[in-house]
Structures are given as structure tokens and as C-alpha cells.
């Protein structure tokens, strides 16, 4: 318990929102640097401003709004983490919409979010598996054969240091093959040379990722029979 506290305060700045400096609602990053913030903490800032509150990058000149977007993965981890946040925005949601008597947008998306919460109990914060503790790092996927094989949507994934290369063909076989169990045939890429399937990331940065502080660029493939 002790331990798991420590972590939650090692971990705290990376899922607090630096504008109002409490946990990420709505978590939403800015797609040019990666840099998250509340939703609404960020559109209102970027109402008066075109550049990112945290690094100053410049968004972009005249339309900062639209280099935004909705970043699930990590509010996943802020409700993990933070025990009865998810339930409190909720009850806070309600609360707003009632006194002001209109309906609440988007209800089913956070219904969705309470049944999700509800299959994965808070314990599996403990399951060495979900790896949500762990310093993260951001990689974006690329489909190699666009023609013949699906593109991944979100193609910039903020995961563990730790995660393997097994861990992103089983990601990549459900999105592709919309089943984790043909994660065998898929092949993992970095720099067109193909990556074992037990590396981790914080190997493949530090062996083959000098260039750049960018995201960690690999590309995905159906598996070739060498
Ligand atoms: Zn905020
Ligand atoms: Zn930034």
C-alpha cells in the first residue's frame, strides 16, 4: 500500500492537468507536442492563445483548436489511479445539467465508461499486466502495407516503457484482424528492421532511437514467412 502510494505521487504530475492543477477530466492532448490537459481548461486557454501552456510550442497559427483531441488512453489511467474520481465527475456532471435543466450530452459515453469500470474491478491497478505505473512513452504505429491492410486510427499510443513487442501485436492484430489472437502474424518494424517479439520499448528507444525525442516511430506488416 505504502508502495502503491508512492507511485500515485510519482505519477501524479503526469496525470494532472498543468492549467488547473487538479486530475485530468476529460483528458485531452494536443497532438503537436503530446502535452494533456483537461478539456476544458485547454479549449478555454487556446480560445486566447495558439500556443501549448506547458512547452509554448505553437499549435498553430490561427486554428490551435483544431490539434486536439481526446485522449482515452490516458484518462483510463487517471480514473485507474485515482479511486472515485470518475464516479464524483459524474455525480458533478449530473448536478450541472440538472440545475441548469438540460440534458446531459453525451450520456451514453459515460455509461459506457461505468460498465468498462465496472468489468475491470480498481484491483487490476495491482496486475503487474496493466503496467500503468510504469514510466510511459509515446509511439506512433504505422501500417506498412496501406493497400491491403487497415490503418490504425489512433496511430500515436502512449503506453509503459516496458510493454513488449508481443504487447503491440496483440494491440495491432485486434484493431487489424479484430482478434488478439492472430497476433503471431503480425510483424513489428523500426527502421525496416524487424524487432523481436520479446523486446521492450525501453530497449528499442535506447538501442535503435537516437535520432529524435519525437515519438518512437514502428511500423506494422502481416507477418512475411522469411
Ligand atoms: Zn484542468
Ligand atoms: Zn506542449
Request: net charge positive.
Amino acid at each position: 500500500m505504502m508502495e502503491k502510494r508512492a507511485k500515485l505521487k510519482k505519477v501524479n504530475p503526469e496525470i494532472t492537468c498543468g492549467l488547473c492543477k487538479g486530475y485530468l477530466v476529460e483528458a485531452t492532448t494536443i497532438t503537436e507536442c503530446l502535452h494533456t490537459f483537461c478539456r476544458s481548461c485547454l479549449v478555454k486557454f487556446l480560445l486566447e492563445n495558439n500556443t501549448c501552456p506547458r512547452c509554448g510550442d505553437l499549435i498553430h497559427q490561427s486554428h490551435p483548436l483544431n490539434y486536439i483531441s481526446h485522449d482515452r488512453t490516458m484518462q483510463d489511467i487517471v480514473y485507474k489511479l485515482v479511486p472515485n474520481l470518475q464516479e464524483n465527475e459524474r455525480k458533478r456532471q449530473i448536478e450541472f445539467y440538472k440545475k441548469r435543466g438540460i440534458q446531459m450530452p453525451n450520456g451514453d459515453a459515460y455509461e459506457e465508461d461505468k460498465k468498462n469500470m465496472e468489468k475491470s474491478p480498481p484491483k487490476q491497478v495491482d496486475n503487474k499486466d496493466f503496467h500503468r505505473l510504469d514510466e510511459q512513452v509515446n509511439i506512433c504505429l504505422e501500417c506498412k502495407e496501406i493497400n491491403t491492410l487497415k490503418s490504425l486510427k489512433r496511430r500515436i499510443l502512449r503506453l509503459s516503457s516496458l510493454a513488449t513487442v508481443t504487447h503491440l501485436k496483440k494491440f495491432v492484430a485486434l484493431k487489424v484482424f479484430d482478434t488478439i489472437d492472430r497476433y503471431k502474424d503480425v510483424d513489428i518494424l523500426c527502421n525496416e528492421e524487424l524487432l523481436g517479439k520479446d523486446h521492450m520499448l525501453k530497449f528499442i528507444i535506447a538501442t535503435r532511437w537516437r535520432n529524435t525525442d519525437g515519438p518512437l516511430l514502428l511500423h506494422y506488416r502481416r507477418k512475411m514467412e522469411l
